[in-house]
């Protein structure tokens, strides 16, 4: 369901997508609260409206980090921490029940903490969606403030700048020759000509169809795969290594559901890392970058936050292929730390690499198609028992060499970024005052390397 709620996110907006996560959380609490021995049926939707309600708070969560510029990559690394982390609730809800709390009382409290999110999805989330990067004068919730002659309340709650204006830019010698048509640009009075100059947004279709999408299904796609088949060959594999020890069998598994509860504490640090290089790699140019610059080094900090993702994940998958019994503590945080890697990195990288518009899509897409992919653990599975009589060993050695497949995504994002233009004079749209305007409007012309 990553998809329809991407979709439904690009189409219809934050308010009326997080009404529609409410109204299936909230149904879902009060069917689980109502259940009963002979109602059990209803868990099965009950459990699908609790991931579905899940994946739409996170999807519309993301775009908080827009709000925190330098800091954007950290704020969604660290949604995808706490998202990883919730299964921790349903531990408060074992400890409740076994300290004589009833079910019934618990999901009927959860329940109503979905007045908690409407108050939010009103007041402190837009209507719309909150762009990157972030306009000036930008506003939203419940009280978005005056309003101008020339500006309706959705414009100013969707961050419009009331002094904004579309002008059309008259065609340069070059662009008539190469029969380039007049596009608008928006320009806002009291900022540098082109800074905010809009581009042209691609279709959906061609993000999905460029290079960068296929290469980051692949390292998604491989990554993801390699997770589920470790969970799910962990139990055999305990049971092999502890000699058919129940106590350690019980002691390692404890272990690995507690560390599971830390990605809210790791995930950030992939931010950390894509924030701090995105710094670095800031331009010191005397005007702000225009967004395409930006959208560069975003892009370039996000190479090495891609390939420390993958060498983690090769390195979790040697420790799980060592059959050492004390190592497995070490296998177990590295495999959340690379989990909590590679579902942040993606939705920053998402975020970074394709427009704004197609998030919700693209975001859905990849999930979905790597989900897909996540079916051939299956067959793993039964080649484990079939054909290699339940020992993983050498599925994970084969995962090494498979997961070093993901490579290609970095190497193919370090040659794209090679590949688009630096930020320099000539790309920048040169001032054409127009005589006698004394509000600030200006036309633009493009400058053409020749």
């Known amino acids: 369901m990553s998809l329809p709620n991407g979709l439904l996110f690009d189409h219809c907006g934050t308010s009326v997508t997080r009404a529609v996560g409410i109204s ?3 149904s879902s609490t009060l069917m689980i609260a109502f259940s009963d021995a002979a109602t059990a049926y209803i868990l099965f939707p009950a459990l699908c409206c609790t991931a579905i309600g899940g994946i739409i708070f996170l999807i519309t969560n ?3 980090g827009n709000l925190f510029g330098e800091h954007r990559s950290t704020v969604i690394t660290l949604y995808n921490g706490a998202f990883d982390s919730s299964s921790i609730t349903f531990l408060i809800v074992k400890v409740l029940y076994e300290a004589g709390l009833s079910l019934q009382s618990i ?16 007041f402190l989330l837009p209507r719309k969606s909150i762009p990157y990067p972030v306009p000036e004068g930008y506003t939203f919730g419940a ?3 005056p309003l101008t002659p020339d500006t309706s309340d959705q414009d100013r709650c969707q961050g419009d700048p009331p002094d904004t204006q579309t002008v059309k830019s008259p065609k340069g010698p070059q662009e008539q020759a190469d029969g380039v048509s007049d596009v608008l640009i928006p320009l806002t009075v009291g900022s540098p000509v082109g800074q905010d100059a809009t581009e042209s947004v691609p279709t959906f279709r061609s993000c999905v169809l460029s290079s960068l999408f296929l290469t980051h299904c692949v390292w998604l796609s491989l990554m993801q795969l390699r997770h589920y088949l470790f969970i799910g060959t962990l139990n055999p594999m305990l049971i092999q290594l502890a000699d058919n020890d129940p106590q350690l069998v019980s002691r390692f598994t404890n272990a690995f559901a507690f ?3 830390c990605g809210i504490l790791f995930a950030p640090w992939n931010g950390l890392i894509l924030d701090r290089r995105r710094r670095r790699s800031k331009r010191l140019d005397r005007d702000p970058a225009p967004p395409s610059a930006q959208r560069r080094d975003d892009m370039d ?11 983690q994940c090769i390195c979790f998958s040697i420790c799980a292929s060592v059959p050492v019994l004390e190592l497995q503590y070490l296998t ?5 730390v690379n989990r909590s890697f590679l579902y942040g990195g993606h939705a920053s990288f998402i975020a970074t690499a394709f427009p704004p518009t197609h998030f919700g899509k693209v975001y859905g897409l990849s999930m979905a198609i790597s989900a897909l992919v996540s079916l051939l653990q299956y067959a793993c599975f039964a080649l484990i028992t079939g054909l290699l009589n339940d020992d993983p060993l050498y599925m994970n050695i084969g995962f090494i060499l498979l997961s070093s497949v993901a490579f290609c995504h970095p190497v193919n994002v370090y040659l794209h970024v090679r590949r688009l233009p630096e930020s320099n004079l000539s790309q920048h749209p040169s001032p054409v005052t127009v005589p006698g305007s004394g509000d600030g409007t200006a036309f633009t012309k493009r400058e053409t390397d020749i």
């Open 24 to 26: 299936l959380h909230t």
């Open 62 to 64: 993301l775009q908080i």
């Open 107 to 122: 999901f009927l409290f959860i329940s109503s903490l979905s007045v908690i999110l409407v108050l939010r999805t009103i």
């Open 143 to 145: 009280h978005c403030g």
């Open 259 to 261: 560390i599971q509860f």
């Open 301 to 311: 900090a996000s190479i090495l936050s891609l390939a420390l993702t993958v060498g």
């Open 332 to 336: 177990f945080i590295l495999q959340v």
